[in-house]
């Protein structure tokens, strides 16, 4: 949504790349492909897995949750070696989906959870605080999506603010929705949301990743849970 047009590298050009790493970096364990686009095009992704599996290196990597990711897709991810997915969930509400154009639904998110954890693939899920179209509704359905997520699924959540660059378009929304926002451009309230609500669910939120995290995080890599208790107590 920060940009109207992108290009892609040729698959051929990304894994010379890939090579290159490996034998430049040798001690790299393992590759992050931090690339939203990435299952723009399904065909793309599917020839990417393909030559990652030949090269035999985990990896961890981004998409959007929306129909390209499907059971083929993610079977073919996982056998390519990917460890873990990275997926911008942003709302638990459909009216807050259609309204930011994610161009997905609640429906199809879970869909992509439930198959994920069947292959032993881990997601974690990305959240926005708010939307500027959130209300107190809207925002019990994110959390309550969350939870169910969580309970039933190989999921981690991560919540964060909304954040107004300036001159965006949704820095024109700002006066329509009462949203205000801190000194660093963090949304902190709307006319709708007081901050306090806000602030109540994301902690929530971040409740409930400490939790996924003690539950899935070993599929990822080890975790020491004892350590980790003492740093989130």
């Not at 199809?108 to 990305?126: D, F, N």
């Not at 959390?143 to 300036?166: G, Q």
């Not at 306090?196 to 409740?207: G, V």
């Not at 409930?208 to 003690?214: H, K, P, V, W």
Request: contains cysteine; proline residues 5%.
């Amino acid at each position: 949504t920060l940009c109207r047009s992108f290009q892609f590298r040729p698959v051929a050009d990304v894994l010379a790349e890939v090579d290159f790493i490996n034998e430049r970096y040798p001690f790299y364990e393992v590759m992050q492909f931090v690339d939203e686009t990435l299952n723009f095009s399904r065909d793309y992704l599917l020839a990417l897995c393909a030559g990652m599996q030949a090269r035999g290196m985990p990896w961890f990597c981004n998409l959007r949750p929306d129909r390209a990711i499907d059971a083929e897709v993610l079977t073919a991810l996982k056998n390519s070696g990917v460890r873990m997915i990275e997926i911008g969930v942003e709302s638990g509400n459909q009216r807050v989906l259609d309204a930011v154009s994610k161009k997905t639904e609640v429906e199809h998110i879970e869909e992509i959870l439930a198959y994920a954890t069947q292959l032993s693939l881990p997601i974690i899920g990305t959240v926005m605080l708010p939307h500027h179209i959130d209300d107190a509704e809207s925002l019990a359905d994110t959390l309550a999506f969350v939870e169910r997520a969580c309970d039933r699924y190989l999921f981690v959540p991560m919540a964060a603010r909304t954040y107004i660059y300036p001159g965006s378009e949704l820095s024109k929304l700002m006066p329509q929705y009462g949203m205000k926002i801190d000194a660093k451009g963090d949304v902190i309230a709307t006319a709708a949301l007081p901050s306090e609500l806000i602030d109540r669910t994301q902690k929530a939120i971040d409740k409930l990743q400490f939790r996924a995290m003690m539950k899935c995080g070993s599929t990822i890599m080890p975790i020491d849970n004892e350590r980790m208790r003492k740093l989130f107590a």
